[in-house]
């Protein structure tokens, strides 16, 4: 049993010198107004200070009840509040005479402020003693003149008809008659809600009466006759119609709130496409119109639970739904994209890219920082549209290739990445492509996505007119490298003194980590670099010569397709010359002090490039043009297959030969079973404790050994931890005031103090808590256990039994993205952007008794949860190296990256690093930690 008594008054206070109990009586008495409300004030202080001060309850009763202040009576009612009733032999005080009459005098006082807060003061009483004589003087205030009274009045008849219902066993008959005649919004819902809970079968009788006028009410009342109707439909009433119709009038109250709980039990009750079809056009709405960004989350949450039943009335109001994108919010225009995506169909794939279309056209005149970000993501899902509707792709790709010389990196390269799979998927759009690629690269000025747009043109130029409109268009972009090589000099103009500049560049060392790599180059270089207005030629100037090794190969590829076609012999020779010619003066562009000089890598592969057009090789020929070709087509078939297992079918929740279950033939006690077969949408938000599998673990706290053994059972919620703490007494003694006292380490926060409890010999009892976990952190739980023994002289020291340390996990708040997301929840260029930002980085050794590659590849992905983002065919491959990007999300939105990279050694032993990084350094730290002790139980 607790030792603490349930009170509604609750002040903050700090100890200090009490005064004694004579000097107060003799203020309640003999004080003046200001004196007396000061006295009580202190009185009640003292009183949440743990002072009982019984002295002082007659006194109270006989000068400050009897007094016309009003903020004295108020002071008197919360100090009876607090005050003890009973005695130690748990019968009502003779005192409580007296204020009864005192009570009884104010809810007949003509102020009908002093008589409401006396009628409120009396519902939180639980002493039938003093509430009968009370009961005449109750029921006489329900018909008062002011609204206050009456409002105070039902609430009274609701406490004590819950707490004593044989005292006024007609209670819901008063208040039924009640309603009959009451005007007052408040009176009214305070009168229906007792109804509700103590007699809904008066509370349906008066409903029926005003079925067709509940949209008129206020929206207090309209909640309860909600949350009524939901309870009765559930029950199989015969009026469940007319309930229905009142649900359905209740989707268009003035109150967003209204309309959100109405609509919430319209996909409860019934699954009739009227009602889905009036549930999901409210939940629209209010989608589209409320500025409260939290809302417009809840209601995408129900939305998304629509759709999994359906999907087919809400195809018809996709048009409606994308109207959130209007939002600014970037995580709204997210999940309203993925939802949009999912309800694509042939009927309405025309709207739907032309809503996107539209959006993409107004990033463009927007300057806020989200425009680019939500740009990529208009993108990601016009692509998706093109996948999977092959219709609609010549009209899109035509709007997003203009999109390739777009200032915003990621934009760029994800169009880039859309018109290499078009063109190779639709061979008829390959030379309105190509034409449109050629007027717009001399305007792409980042290097990756100048890579890409010189890749399609040398793999899809198949013509004698692709192939020299393309070999023009480079031509032209590249301009004149010779006057980088031999600067203009005149005899008469005297020689400028050479500036240098110091330029760096990152650089990724062997073992993985990065270093800064500076170099000097020639001023003039630099004047010339800000003046370039060749694309091509200006990512030469910087040194940028992975790009060159592309531009070399691709007109490697122009010459080797050339050669093939039926044209003269002088023309292409004269085309590989040219082509060579360029080669060569790339390679000495890399060798000039005026620029970063070229790195071994590139170097060799443009030698190759020459080495190949000067001796032609059959097998190196097929290397560039047929096997590069053969590899882009089977990784966009693997890609393709990749979305076809994410789309999974819908799971078969009844089988064929499950039970039938009939709601006109069930028993009225089978209420349980009606409650699980109408509420299957609302599972995920009301039954998750009772539907989901939350990971819970047993810790023993103590020993055997010990005076109390503890365990305790840890369910991780989404946000909060449950602590369900068993304690058990192995003594042969009472143990009184036994406390659980717990603090915590990292992100976690006690949210309540458990209470103290007794516990008789060999007896258990079970104390819960919670606490609330705040980021994606390894926390620690600990504490200890104090106690009195009964019987035994109390010292100042109390008996103390410490607890043993609870670890909670941090993979219990990391799970990887689902794979039936149609948008990509982290694409490979949004890896490279966020390990370029993210600052925390933790390096883990491999050291492990695994010896195959993949097998500890997928040994980390199962013990961390993350997902792996590198294609997995190539790492089938037999090969004594690997390397992989693996990606997860928190609960709470934190991006968690890794890189593993490993190698076999000839003894048969994996070697090499796991690098993690994150935004915070919690969850690279605690994700580090928990790799290092999965490898050592491994090996274990």
């Known amino acids: ?51 009982k001060l019984p002295q002082l309850l007659v006194p109270i009763i006989r000068f400050i009840t009897t007094s016309k202040d009003k903020p004295l009576k108020k002071l008197a009612l919360l100090y009876f509040d607090a ?38 003061f009396v519902s939180k009483l639980r002493e039938a003693e003093i509430i009968e004589p009370l009961l005449p003087t109750i029921k006489s205030n329900l018909e008062h003149r002011h609204a206050f009274v009456r409002r105070n009045a039902i609430t009274a008849l609701h406490s004590i008809y819950a707490d004593f219902s044989t005292l006024l066993p007609d209670a819901p008959d008063i208040v039924f008659n009640f309603l009959q005649n009451e005007g007052d919004a408040s009176c009214k819902r305070n009168a229906f809600l007792m109804l509700s809970s103590c007699c809904q079968e008066k509370a349906i009788e008066y409903l029926l009466g005003v079925v067709d006028q509940v949209t008129t009410y206020a929206d207090t009342f309209q909640f309860i006759a909600i949350d009524l109707i939901r309870k009765v439909c559930k029950s199989n009433h015969p009026e469940r119609s007319r309930f ?66 359906h999907s087919k009335v809400l195809q018809g109001l996709l048009l409606d739904v994308m109207r959130a994108l209007s939002c600014p919010n970037m995580d709204i225009r997210k999940k309203t994209l993925d939802f949009a995506l999912d309800l694509v169909s042939l009927r309405n794939i025309d709207e739907v890219v032309l809503v996107l279309k539209k959006e993409i056209a107004k990033t463009q005149s927007q300057e806020e920082d989200k425009a680019a970000e939500y740009r990529q993501l208009l993108v990601q899902a016009i692509h998706s549209c093109a996948v999977r509707f092959s219709e609609i792709a010549g009209s899109v790709v035509d709007i997003l290739i203009e999109f390739l010389s777009d200032t915003n990196g990621n934009v760029a390269l994800t169009v880039a990445i859309f018109v290499k799979e ?25 290097s990756k996505v100048c890579r890409a747009a010189l890749w399609t043109i040398g793999e899809f130029s198949q013509s004698i007119e692709d192939i020299d409109g393309a070999f023009t268009a480079i031509r032209n972009s590249l301009g004149d490298l010779q006057k980088l090589l031999v600067p203009e000099e005149t005899e008469q103009a005297p020689k400028e003194t050479k500036t240098l500049v110091q330029t760096s560049i ?13 170099a000097l180059v020639d001023s003039a270089v630099q004047r010339s670099l800000r003046t370039e207005t060749n694309s091509l030629k200006s990512l030469l100037l910087v040194g940028d010569f992975f790009f060159a090794t592309t531009l070399v190969t691709t007109l490697t590829k122009l010459v080797l397709k050339l050669q093939t076609l039926n044209v003269k012999t002088t023309l292409k ?31 060799e592969r443009i030698g190759l490039c020459i080495r190949l057009l000067s001796e032609p090789s059959e097998l190196l020929r097929e290397i560039f043009i047929v096997h590069s070709h053969n590899s882009f087509a089977e990784m966009l078939r693997e890609q393709k297959e990749k979305i076809k297992l994410g789309e999974k079918p819908k799971e078969v929740t009844v089988q064929v030969d499950d039970l039938l279950k009939l709601r006109q033939l069930t028993s009225q006690k089978a209420g349980q079973e009606i409650e699980e077969e109408n509420t299957p949408t609302t599972k995920s938000f009301l039954d998750i404790e009772k539907n989901d599998k939350k990971p819970t673990r047993v810790y023993q706290l103590t020993g055997f050994s ?50 103290t409890y007794t516990i008789g010999p060999n007896t258990k009892r079970q104390i819960k808590t919670t606490i609330k976990v705040s980021s994606t952190e390894t926390g620690i739980i600990f504490g200890n256990i104090v106690y009195d023994i009964a019987g035994k002289a109390t010292t100042g020291d109390r008996n103390i039994v410490i607890l043993n340390d609870i670890h909670i996990d941090i993979i219990d708040y990391i799970s990887a993205p689902s794979p039936t997301s149609l948008i990509i929840p982290c694409t490979d260029s949004a890896f490279r952007a966020m390990w370029a930002e993210f600052e925390w980085e933790n390096k883990v050794a491999v050291n492990t008794s695994i010896q195959d590659l993949n097998e500890f590849l997928d040994h980390i ?50 070697s090499g690093c796991i690098r993690i990084r994150s935004k915070t350094q919690g969850i690279a730290l605690s994700l580090g930690d928990k790799i290092t002790l999965k490898q050592k139980s491994i090996e274990a």
């Not at 203020?27 to 949440?48: D, N, P, R, Y």
């Not at 078009?422 to 980042?446: A, D, G, H, W």
């Open 706 to 755: 010990d005076p109390i053994y503890a365990e305790a059972n840890v369910v991780v919620h989404q946000y909060d931890i449950l602590l369900d703490v068993m304690v058990m007494n192995l003594t042969n003694d009472t143990l009184q005031n036994v406390s659980l006292e717990l603090s915590t380490m990292g992100d976690l926060k006690l949210v309540e103090k458990p209470q």
């Open 83 to 120: 005050a003890e009733k009973k005695g130690p032999d748990n019968k009502l005080l003779q005192e409580m005479i007296l204020l009864c009459n005192a009570l009884m005098l104010d809810m007949n006082h003509p102020n009908e402020y002093v008589r409401g807060c006396t009628l409120r």
């Open 1 to 51: 049993m607790s030792t603490e008594r349930p009170c509604s008054l609750i002040i903050n206070c700090e100890k200090g010198d009490f005064p004694n109990t004579s000097e107060l009586k003799e203020k309640l008495e003999k004080g003046s107004i200001k004196e007396k409300i000061a006295t009580m004030k202190k009185i009640l202080f003292l009183m949440q200070a743990g002072e």
């Open 422 to 446: 078009v063109i190779e998927t639709y061979p008829n759009l390959r030379q309105s492509i190509l034409r449109q690629i050629l007027q717009i690269l001399n305007q792409i000025k980042i």
């Open 861 to 910: 992905l199962k013990s961390t949860n993350m997902q792996c983002l590198t294609t997995r065919s190539p790492l089938d491959s037999e090969c004594g190296f690997l390397a992989a990007n693996l990606y997860a999300k928190s609960i709470f939105g934190e991006d968690a990256l890794a890189n593993v990279c490993v190698e076999k050694a000839t003894d048969g032993k994996i």
């Open 244 to 309: 229905i119709r009142c649900m359905l009038a209740l989707v268009g109250s003035s109150s967003a709130a209204v309309r959100y709980e109405s609509a919430t039990a319209l996909m409860v009750l019934s699954s009739a496409p009227t009602a889905i079809h009036a549930a999901a056009s409210t939940f629209i709405e209010l989608l589209c119109n409320q500025s409260d960004n939290n809302v417009k989350m809840i209601v995408l949450d129900r939305l998304l639970e629509i759709k999994q039943k």
């Open 506 to 518: 990152t650089r990724v060392l062997s073992d993985g980590t990065y270093a800064s790599q500076s």
């Open 573 to 603: 020779n004269s085309f590989c010359a040219e082509v060579v010619f360029i080669a060569t003066e790339i390679l000495l562009l890399g060798k000039s002090p005026n620029i970063k000089s070229i790195d071994s890598d590139s170097y």
